[in-house]
């Protein structure tokens, strides 16, 4: 394996190859890639497709820290040296940008499952995890996948699959698949959080809440005094 190598430089190299053959232009395309909350990125491109049954109450404590907890990989290109109609609706190209850029990261996600002469079977990061941003018309390729934060306590079929406490399972992460709602990962990940609400709202009404109940209550203690 060479010295220098990274899936991810490569990834964003091929990226940058694939815009200039698009474009036709040399220009330098600046890339940056950050770690960045969900709650940062716009809701209708990742937020909206991670949960889009909404199985985690929406303003809640819960929710405000699944936006923090739940990170996303974003590789943000700058294509502003470029003008817009070299990348929007290029009616002599076959395919579209997004397209293009997608079957690069096909490309890369083949080598992760499969290895190649100068990486090993699942090196560095699953490319389907991250978002390509192109700056600054706002082009989003992307992610195929999410790691996602679980429910503040799960199922103990959950915990059995692991062998961990409450306490360890609150740092792990859940893989969903964001292009098939009906994935066995996404699935089992929003019975999690569907279960989760059952329990805790079965037990926050264990305790009568019928005005009537109470006053029923509070008549024996007083017969009871009055014996």
Not at 33 to 49: M, S, W
């Amino acid at each position: 394996m060479a010295d220098k190598a990274s899936p991810v430089t490569d990834l964003t190299n091929d990226i940058v190859s694939a815009l200039r053959s698009f474009t036709g232009s040399s220009v330098n395309f600046k890339v940056t890639t950050r770690n960045e909350e969900a709650g940062e990125i716009p809701y209708e491109v990742f937020l909206a497709k991670v949960d889009p049954k909404e199985v985690i109450p929406r303003d809640t404590k819960e929710w405000e820290e699944f936006q923090w907890k739940t990170r996303l990989l974003v590789i943000y290109v700058d294509c502003s040296k470029v003008e817009q109609h070299q990348i929007v609706n290029r009616s002599d190209k076959s395919s579209s940008i997004t397209e293009v850029l997608e079957k690069v990261i096909e490309e890369h996600i083949k080598v992760y499952d499969n290895g190649n002469e100068t990486y090993p079977v699942n090196y560095g990061t699953d490319p389907r995890l991250f978002l390509v941003v192109l700056q600054p018309f706002n082009i989003n390729i992307g992610p195929k996948s999410a790691q996602v934060s679980l429910p503040p306590t799960v199922s103990a079929k959950y915990k059995s699959k692991f062998g961990l406490s409450d306490e360890q399972m609150a740092g792990m992460r859940h893989t969903i698949d964001l292009d098939d709602e009906n994935d066995s990962s996404r699935v089992e990940w929003e019975k999690e959080w569907t279960d989760w609400r059952a329990r805790t709202a079965h037990g926050s009404t264990s305790s009568p809440r019928n005005p009537f109940s109470k006053a029923m209550k509070n008549l024996k203690k007083h017969m009871h005094k009055d014996k």
